[in-house]
């Protein structure tokens, strides 16, 4: 695979875990030693009969790429494999669709393993006892992301609360829904990292693909705190989001910096965006021009009202008395000439 693409093919599955340390970013390598690293991951030929009897018909291709804080790989395995984890546990989360053939998953506590294919996702955290077993002839496409990440999200979304580790539901529908829409996700990062001249190079790109990910797998897919996001979600707005819009009504005739709203708001500005898009829909920035339009309107239809329509708009932070009019019509259904003219 061309791009931006590691690419190496394993004969013995057994040398998967030593040949993946050496392409493992520099976050991952920082959490745990490549002894750790090295003894917590077991990769094994499911049938050792046929390991055994002929060796040469294993053979497992990875086309690696580090991205951000994310590890995207392709991996294709000939004959059935078996991964097993052990003790130190890496703290990542996969997510796994796949292209070609099944793998079953089998979580730390027993329970029904989850059976992943093409139509059904997978995601989970490395843990201790944890096993995937794939079938004959598969190919599937992974993205490791930091648990630490999804945390981070998360907090975010519940307004600074402290969270704990994030447990998914294994299995996703893969071809219905936010499983779909993670499924394309992921694709179109395969297709574009196959591009040496991808914009993913760029890092605020990274940033907000990492941002939209975890985004949609948080609010999109079930785990341990979707019931809390649902709760948060039908109760009345945090009050960093209150507070924000409280300041920007107090000054909306003064020029507003995202820096300021979120100082105003008590909260970090990716906490204010988040909360602004989960609890109104839209951005604080967005807001701040409603305001700005209502308050220029109120000025247009006061009777008394004797200012030009271009102070009007200039006083109220809309500099471009066109792009000012076309946003009033939008929202009033007519131009401000109109209101103007029929206020008496």
Request: charged share 25%; with cysteine.
């Amino acid at each position: 695979m061309p791009g931006r693409f590691t690419n190496l093919e394993v004969r013995d599955p057994k040398l998967i875990t030593p040949i993946s340390w050496d392409l493992l970013p520099s976050w991952e390598k920082a959490v745990v030693d490549k002894r750790g690293f090295v003894n917590s991951r077991e990769w094994a030929p499911v049938d050792q009969r046929r390991f055994r009897i002929e060796p040469e018909s294993y053979r497992t291709e990875y086309s690696i790429a580090n991205i951000g804080r994310l590890r995207a790989h392709r991996i294709v395995d000939s004959l059935a494999t078996q991964l097993t984890i052990r003790s130190p546990a890496v703290h990542v989360v996969r997510i796994v669709v796949f292209e070609r053939g099944a793998a079953r998953f089998i979580l730390p506590g027993g329970g029904e393993p989850a059976i992943a294919g093409l139509s059904v996702g997978a995601i989970y955290s490395d843990e201790p006892s944890f096993q995937a077993v794939s079938s004959d002839g598969d190919s599937r496409l992974m993205l490791t992301l930091p648990a630490g990440l999804l945390r981070q999200k998360l907090e975010a979304l519940l307004d600074g609360g402290q969270v704990g580790s994030v447990a998914f539901q294994p299995a996703f529908d893969a071809i219905r829904g936010a499983g779909a829409t993670i499924r394309r996700m992921l694709a179109s990062l395969f297709t574009e990292l196959e591009h040496s001249d991808s914009l993913l190079t760029n890092e605020v790109a990274i940033r907000s693909y990492e941002e939209h990910l975890t985004l949609s797998l948080l609010l999109g897919l079930r785990h341990s705190y979707s019931e809390l996001l649902l709760r948060q979600r039908t109760a009345a707005a945090p009050a960093n989001v209150k507070r924000a819009e409280e300041f920007m009504r107090a000054n909306a005739s003064s020029a507003l910096t995202i820096e300021a709203i979120a100082n105003a708001g008590g909260c970090s500005i990716r906490s204010l965006q988040l909360a602004f898009r989960r609890f109104r829909g839209t951005t604080p920035m967005a807001v701040l021009q409603r305001i700005r339009l209502e308050a220029a309107r109120v000025e247009i239809l006061r009777i008394d009202q004797a200012q030009s329509l271009t102070r009007i708009a200039a006083e109220h932070g809309f500099s471009n008395p066109s792009r000012f009019a076309q946003l009033f019509r939008r929202t009033y259904g007519a131009y401000p000439s109109e209101a103007f003219r029929a206020r008496t």
